[in-house]
T-cell receptor, first 113, second 111 residues
Framework: SQTIHQWPATLVQPVGSPLSLECTVE??????LYWYRQAAGRGLQLLFY??????ISSEVPQNLSASRPQDRQFILSSKKLLLSDSGFYLC????????????FGPGTRLTVL | GENVEQHPSTLSVQEGDSAVIKCTYS??????FPWYKQELGKRPQLIID?????GEKKDQRIAVTLNKTAKHFSLHITETQPEDSAVYFC??????????FGRGTSLIVHP
């Protein structure tokens, strides 16, 4: 069966510090991968998605970046965090063909102070 | 691109009542419509979905209806229970294969 992992689960970082969040998927090949951010009490904002290694599409301009160094690994990064980067970050995967269910990871709660 | 509107943003019901959440979409090419439930502090999880070749789908106390002509779909929960309290998101997936989510509905079921 397929599983999706995210770490860390929680993170408290000072403004201006770097960020690296990691997501890995097991039990499937060539998944579509997604990064979402959810501010407190708000909806799901799509940040990045990837259909293959090295292929990243950005949905919103920001100080975040994403990389996919391996087929089932998706990394979200920032060189300098802003207060507005605080939120609940969710990684998700879906099968590569067609329109199908997304499977979400457990999330990382990031607080920028 | 696709635009999904979801209403209401908050829904408060008494245990045992029915709850209905409605979504509209703009892209006529969309053909997959999932509903996710997100409990506080947890990940969203799929509870039911429907494809455009079907008008209605049921799974025990939950059902989804789709009106392609009007471009709207709805989630129906009958005999609500306190454990149904959560945020519910609708989504529509069109030609880009990337889902567009609604803004969410916070459902509160009072015992």
């Amino acid at each position: 069966s397929q599983t999706i992992h995210q770490w860390p689960a929680t993170l408290v970082q000072p403004v201006g510090s770097p960020l690296s969040l990691e997501c890995t998927v097991e039990g499937t090949s060539n998944p579509n991968l997604y990064w979402y951010r959810q501010a407190a009490g708000r909806g799901l904002q799509l940040l990045f998605y990837s259909v293959g290694i090295g292929q990243i599409s950005s949905e919103v301009p920001q100080n975040l970046s994403a990389s996919r160094p391996q087929d089932r690994q998706f990394i979200l990064s920032s060189k300098k965090l802003l207060l507005s980067d605080s939120g609940f970050y969710l990684c998700a995967w879906s099968v590569p063909s067609g329109r199908n269910e997304q499977f979400f990871g457990p999330g990382t709660r990031l607080t920028v102070l | 691109g696709e635009n999904v509107e979801q209403h209401p943003s908050t829904l408060s019901v008494q245990e045992g009542d029915s709850a209905v959440i409605k979504c509209t979409y703009s892209d006529s090419a969309s053909n997959y419509f999932p509903w996710y439930k997100q409990e506080l502090g947890k990940r969203p999880q799929l509870i039911i979905d429907i494809r455009s070749n079907v008008g209605e789908k049921k799974d025990q106390r939950i059902a989804v209806t789709l009106n392609k002509t009007a471009k709207h779909f709805s989630l129906h929960i009958t005999e609500t229970q306190p454990e149904d309290s959560a945020v519910y998101f609708c989504a529509a997936t069109g030609g880009s294969y990337i889902p567009t989510f609604g803004r969410g509905t916070s459902l509160i079921v009072h015992p």
